[in-house]
């Protein structure tokens, strides 16, 4: 004849119940967000990926929302700033970057147009600091392997086709190119 065990009358595990749906999501919220700021919608996607039912995930994130703990805007410039940093990324890609983290069309609106008007490096004047980073790894090259490369590169940060092709061909020309003359206009 097999054992059953009978559930304990004293201790942690008899005293323990089912956890409350809440605190767990709420648990791993705050877990998240100790490891990396999230946008509202970046947690609400994490949060349904652990299973947590939408009604109890939207009641989490609300109270997230109210406390402080989830700002949307913040969010915003942080990534913004972050990413112009870093990467050197124009307004374009940065509002698909926006678009990706759920950040809503106005918030992203006014972060960028916060961007644009507020003070630092113009779109212009970081493409060239971009290209003449670049440029350095580039020696010997011939002269249009370089402008598309260089062009491409800017084109990926989300800069227009006329002003990389425009910044690239100005810094080849003001810096000697790769080595080769550089006849281009």
């Known amino acids: 004849m097999a054992y059953v065990a009978e559930p ?5 595990a008899a005293e323990d119940a089912e956890p409350d749906a809440y605190e767990v999501a709420r648990a791993i919220a705050l877990r998240s967000l100790d490891a990396a700021p999230r946008s509202r919608h970046q947690l609400g996607e ?12 939207e009641r989490v994130l609300d109270r997230f929302t109210e406390v402080g703990l989830l700002d ?22 940065l509002a698909l970057e926006l678009r990706r983290a759920g950040i809503a069309d106005e918030i992203a609106a006014a972060t960028l147009t916060a961007l644009e008007d507020g003070p630092g490096e113009t779109d212009e ?14 020696r010997g090259l011939d002269h249009e392997v370089a402008l598309r490369r260089l062009v491409g590169m800017l084109a990926r940060k989300g800069y227009s086709p006329a002003l990389a092709a425009r910044v690239a061909r100005e810094i080849l020309r003001s810096e000697g190119g790769t080595g080769h003359d550089v006849n281009e206009d």
């Open 72 to 93: 949307d805007a913040a969010y915003a410039r942080m990534l913004v700033s972050s990413r112009r940093a870093s990467r050197g990324l124009a307004p374009r890609a």
């Open 125 to 138: 004047e970081l493409a060239a600091r971009l290209v003449r980073k670049r440029l350095r790894s580039m």
């Open 46 to 57: 994490r949060l349904a990926r652990k299973g947590v039912d939408p009604e109890v995930a």
């Open 8 to 12: 304990p009358h004293s201790g942690a």
